[in-house]
């Protein structure tokens, strides 16, 4: 393992504690001649992400994929990779697309600013089915628009360029660091981190707590279903992925 890439909210994040034994795990791996690199790969945004952490005992990574994938900061330089902005293209209307969903889905509601940004429209959607999704979809590409759909936890609303989601992400910045992807082990627990779940020759853990629609997208994939939920799954999930590494039982 190189790189470990990991949701935060519901992985290794379900308050203080589940920080704090994360946290002491992790520092336990740093001490191996060739540490992998941590990546959060999260929905919050990076400012979120530094106020999280701040707040709790979760480990500093070395990058954070953000935005579902939308963008990757190295957390070390406290900057934003351009490259990998640029890769996902230009010429998307996002005021289009806001107005799309606002008229075609009824009863969607708008998250807040601070959960926006250029390449991320995000909304309230509770409880809505494959066919409310497709519907929304068709009517953005009907507009001409190139986009996809992320939905997770009967409630979140993604709309994001065609390219941008945290799987590409990852593959992308293992790209950029010449990182193998047999070497890259993935975590997660909501349907927005499938795509993660589908990189080629990738492996990956499913926390106790995951999502059924997680569950179903990853089924064809090398994974681990851990018994624990969120951060004690994680750390079960690596202990079998990696033997290598020396965990001690807390």
Known sequence: MLLFSTDIDGAIYDGHETARRFAEFWATTRERPEPSLLVYDTGRLPADVQQLLEATD??????????????????????????????LGTGRDFEAVEKIVADSAAGVERQPDECQNPLKSSWYWRNKGRE????????????????????????????LPAKANKGNAICWLSGWLEIPRENTIVAGDSGNDASMFLIERGRGILVANAEAALVEAAQWTDFHRASQPCADGVIEGLRTLVPYLEINET
């Open 58 to 87: 979760l480990p500093r990574p070395d990058y954070v994929i953000a935005g579902v994938g939308t963008q990757i900061f190295e957390f070390g330089q406290n900057a934003m990779i351009g490259a990998w902005t640029d890769d």
């Open 132 to 159: 409310d999704i497709d519907a929304i979809d068709r009517a953005l590409s009907e507009a001409g628009l190139d986009t996809q759909i992320v939905y997770s936890s009967d409630r979140d609303l993604d709309i």
